[in-house]
Every structure is written in structure tokens, then in C-alpha cells.
């Protein structure tokens, strides 16, 4: 099964200050780029600035051959994260917030939600400034699935959870039971499916009936950035493939699974996929 999916919203570089490197990244471009490294036709939609950083997210998006056709161009700083590894832990120390994004957030034309139309899934995330379009790609008939990060307003997932297939949130600061708390919260709030992720503890499942379980083996880690795109990447390429509109159990551990083998690979590089460079500011 030929699977298309696109990824909107967020590109960064991750700067990386131990080593005065800096990496691609971002939520919504690691979406695209790793499932483009997976074999499958993708896209990334966003907004690039003019400088250095941008430029070098761009050749690499070229290099692998994900489609940018519909990105926006603007003057300005290109968004970037400044990263610090604790024993191959990245921590975030400062960002711009994906300044040209911030600056011009996504506003979705008619010809842009016909070329949605022909992937097969959307992903956005909380970084994305992509709240106000996400009921226009839901009706253009595509999966969606997005990643709250470990953030989030009531107010927020009121606004962003109708639209949601697949909701993805971080719960590794989290006790198991504020987990389960969180999972239903998102779950009432209108997302359909819901996968909480707790780092190498283990993975939650929710779609109104049952909780799944899932335990990810335990890697020593070279760097964890991108292991969580990774790992939903993965998840959501494997439900795509699939083709159960209701995924059931062997569904779900097979997705999980396939998420995880996605982030242990990421686990073992640093960047969230390479193409490193090095910058000064």
C-alpha cells in the first residue's frame, strides 16, 4: 500500500551548544522526513525565513526529496532551538518560538487544502500554529493526527481535540496515574484516539473502550532528540499501512512496535536526522 502523508506546521534548527553544531528539526518536519526515510512519498508544509538555518533545512529537504512546494518564504530569523545533551538527554535551553512562523502563522487557501487532500494523513502539532485550520483539512476527509508535546491549556485542547484522530502527548514528567488522567482529559475533550508516551517507561493507548499497554526496550542513549517524532512516525505510518479505519488490538501493538523500533534507531545519531552543520552566532 502506497502510503502520502504530509506534515504542517513547525521547522527549526537545533543548535547544539556543546558542539557549535546545528541539525534540522521540528515536530511536523521530522514527521515528513522520517517517513520519507521509511519509503513513503511525503510533504512538508511550513514557513522558512531567508537566513543561514533556513537555507540549510531547505538543502537537506531537497536532498531527500520531500516536497516544499506549498511552503512560504518570508524575511526574518528561520526558527531554531538551542539544545544541551545531559548524558545523551537533549534539554531545551532557548528558542526564537519558530519565529517567521510565529510571525506569518499558516493560513490554508483553497489550493492548498486540494493538495492536502491527496495524502493520506495530516500531522500539526502544539508548535505549528496551525489551530484555526485544522477543521478545514478534517473536512477535506484525511487522517489527522497531532502532538500536544506535555503542554496544553483546557482552553487549548477545547479548541484543537474535535479535529484529533491521533493525539500524541508526552507524559514523562507524569505519574502513571496522571497519565491515565490525562488520556481521558484529551479523550472527552473530542480526540478520537489517544497515545501518551512516558520516555522509556511505557506507551498508553486509549480509543473510548480500552487503555493499551505497550513497553518500549530501554536503549542507552547517543542523543533522545527526535526519538518521540520518531516514534510517532512510525506508529501512525504502521496504522496507516494497515488499513483498519477501527484499529484493534494486534493493530495497536504492531504500530507501537513499529514506533518503537523508529526511535531506537534515532536513539543512536545525534540531530533528529542529521545533516549536520556547523553555525556561529
Not at 515528513?32 to 529537504?61: I, K, P, T
Not at 480526540?191 to 480500552?210: F, L, P, S
Not at 542513549?221 to 512516525?233: C, I, N
Amino acid at each position: 500500500m502506497n502510503i502520502k502523508v504530509i506534515g504542517i506546521g513547525d521547522n527549526v534548527v537545533d543548535k547544539y551548544l556543546h558542539s557549535g553544531v546545528m541539525y534540522p528539526g521540528g515536530n511536523a518536519l521530522n514527521f515528513a522526513v522520517y517517513a520519507r526515510l521509511a519509503g513513503c512519498e511525503s510533504a512538508f508544509l511550513g514557513a522558512f525565513g531567508n537566513d543561514e538555518s533556513a537555507r540549510h533545512v531547505q538543502d537537506a529537504l531537497r536532498e531527500l526529496k520531500v516536497d516544499t512546494q506549498r511552503c512560504r518564504h518570508y524575511e526574518g530569523e528561520n526558527g531554531y532551538a538551542c539544545i544541551r545533551l545531559v548524558d545523551g538527554d537533549r534539554e531545551f535551553v532557548t528558542s526564537n518560538k519558530n519565529r517567521v512562523l510565529r510571525e506569518h502563522p499558516l493560513q490554508l487557501s483553497e489550493d492548498d487544502l486540494n493538495y492536502i487532500s491527496r495524502f493520506d494523513a495530516v500531522h500539526s502539532s502544539i508548535n505549528g500554529f496551525l489551530e484555526s485550520e485544522l477543521e478545514k483539512i478534517k473536512q477535506r476527509n484525511v487522517t489527522l493526527s497531532f502532538d500536544f508535546s506535555g503542554r496544553g491549556t483546557e482552553a487549548y485542547f477545547k479548541q484543537v481535540c474535535p479535529w484529533v484522530d491521533y493525539g500524541f502527548i508526552s507524559c514523562g514528567a507524569l505519574s502513571v496515574d496522571e497519565t491515565l488522567n490525562k488520556i481521558h482529559q484529551l479523550y472527552d475533550y473530542g480526540c478520537k484516539r489517544v497515545i501518551a508516551t512516558r520516555g522509556h517507561e511505557k506507551v498508553y493507548y486509549y480509543d473510548g473502550v480500552a487503555i493499551t499497554e505497550w513497553q518500549p526496550v530501554y536503549i542507552t542513549p547517543v542523543d533522545t532528540l527526535g526519538a518521540g517524532d520518531a516514534f510517532l512516525t512510525g506508529f501512525m505510518l504502521a496504522i496507516l499501512t494497515g488499513g483498519n479505519a477501527q484499529p484493534e488490538h494486534d493493530d495497536i501493538i504492531r504500530a507501537m512496535t513499529a514506533g518503537g523500533k523508529a526511535a531506537s534507531q534515532v536513539l543512536h545519531h545525534y540531530g533528529a536526522f542529521g545533516f549536520g552543520k556547523s553555525y556561529s552566532d
